[in-house]
């Protein structure tokens, strides 16, 4: 005689999951089974999250340090053009600065600067434009030349 159960699985075994599903047929009989679906599934959605946070904040963090050297390049490009400024305040000084205008360069290295002296009695204009890693800074210097040399305005412009 035969059993009635000999030639056929139980629904529980583990080929069970391999076989082709039946229509309305669950997939995930054993509750074990969901768990680690569900595991799976919040696992990849907390992994998305966290790698979306880092990149966030790689993202900020490489954003803040291109202002940070904007900045520094920017009072780079002012530092010049103050010097350039005190270079033409030291011409007037020690009077090697004899016409109503006078343009000249500078080149340090790949940053320029451009000075004009611009005058009339003794009311005098010193404009200094300097250019440092592609930032522009200008500075405008009111002197007063009657005498002695003595400062009446140093201010930058826009």
């Known amino acids: ?7 056929q699985q139980t629904a529980n075994s583990r080929d069970d999951y391999f076989r082709p599903r039946l ?3 669950k997939r995930w009989s054993s509750p074990k089974g969901r768990r680690a679906y569900i595991a799976l599934v919040g696992f990849l ?3 998305a999250v966290v790698l979306l946070i880092g990149i966030t904040l790689a993202m900020l963090g490489v954003s803040e340090a291109q202002m940070g050297l904007s900045e520094k390049r920017g009072r780079y ?8 400024a005190e270079d033409a305040l030291l011409s007037a000084y020690y009077g090697d600065i ?13 940053d ?3 000075v004009t002296v611009e005058g009339a009695g003794d009311d005098w204009t010193i404009t200094a434009t300097a250019t440092a890693s592609g ?3 200008r500075v405008e210097v009111t002197i007063d030349r009657g005498g002695e040399i003595s400062i009446i305005s140093w201010k930058e412009i826009e």
């Open 1 to 7: 005689m035969r059993k009635a159960n000999s030639g």
């Open 45 to 47: 959605i907390v992994s």
């Open 135 to 137: 930032h522009t800074k």
């Open 23 to 25: 229509a309305g047929e």
């Open 77 to 84: 490009a002012l530092a010049l053009a103050e010097g350039c």
């Open 112 to 114: 320029s600067c451009t």
């Open 98 to 110: 004899l016409v109503d205008q006078l343009v000249f360069d500078r080149d340090y290295l790949e």
